[in-house]
Structure formats: structure tokens, C-alpha cells
């Protein structure tokens, strides 16, 4: 049974770090892209980032909003997919989630196109 399961969310400063985690189980996790996502209360689940695939070529890929204070990083021997957020705002409040694919590169920012989800992490970024 394919599993995500996120840690590391809590209640930051504007301005504050925060690492999230993402270990999978019931699947090999280098056979798969995973990305984070985000949900905002009132708004829509989007897009954050996406550790794609070894051997697909090139990634991680972000959004334009975390570009340069967010970094993913993967460690498939302990099936672990880490989200790094420096410089957090309070528009950075979200629920957070990892997710499988198997897409092909050009849909790995497509929500549809992941399968298993996480149960999601709460991240508040006060100001």
C-alpha cells in the first residue's frame, strides 16, 4: 500500500526556517516524481515544487513564489523527500503535502496528475 507521510510544519516568525519531511512506504520511491503542494485556507490546493524522477532529467522544479527561499532535496536509500523553506512569510500559511507521480515531465505541476497524497502538514508563518 503506497503511504506519504509528512512532518516538520509548526508555527514560524515572518522571516523563519522550517524543514519539512516527506517518507514514503509501499513503493519505490526513485520510480516516482514527487512533489509538494500547498492549501491555503479559502483557496485552492497549488503547486510548490517537485523532486521529479532520477533520470528524467533536470529538477527540482518550483513555483515562482518560493524560487530561491525553498529547496527540495531527495534521499532515495532512506525514501525521503525534504522541503526546505528559508525566509517564510505569512502567504506561506498552508497546509503542505507531498504526492507521487508517474506523469511525464511536462505534467509534474499538474495536481491531477498525482496519485497518493500525504495526509499534509500545517505550516503558520505569523508576521
Known amino acids: 500500500q503506497v503511504q506519504l507521510t509528512e512532518s516538520g510544519g509548526g508555527l514560524v516568525q515572518a522571516g523563519g526556517s522550517l524543514k519539512l519531511s516527506c517518507i514514503g512506504s509501499?513503493?519505490?520511491?526513485?520510480?516516482?516524481?514527487i512533489g509538494w503542494f500547498r492549501q491555503a485556507p479559502g483557496r485552492e490546493r497549488e503547486f510548490v515544487g517537485v523532486?521529479?524522477?532520477?533520470?528524467?532529467?533536470?529538477?527540482?522544479f518550483y513555483t515562482d513564489a518560493v524560487k530561491g527561499r525553498f529547496t527540495i532535496s531527495r534521499d532515495n536509500a532512506k525514501k525521503t523527500v525534504s522541503l526546505q523553506m528559508e525566509n517564510l512569510n505569512p502567504e506561506d500559511t498552508a497546509v503542505y503535502y507531498c504526492a507521487s507521480s508517474r506523469a511525464a515531465l511536462s505534467a509534474v505541476r499538474q495536481l491531477e496528475m498525482y496519485r497518493a497524497w500525504g495526509q499534509g502538514t500545517q505550516v503558520t508563518v505569523s508576521s
Open positions: 509501499g513503493f519505490t520511491m526513485r520510480d516516482y516524481h
Open positions: 523532486s521529479v524522477r532520477p533520470g528524467t532529467g533536470g529538477g527540482p
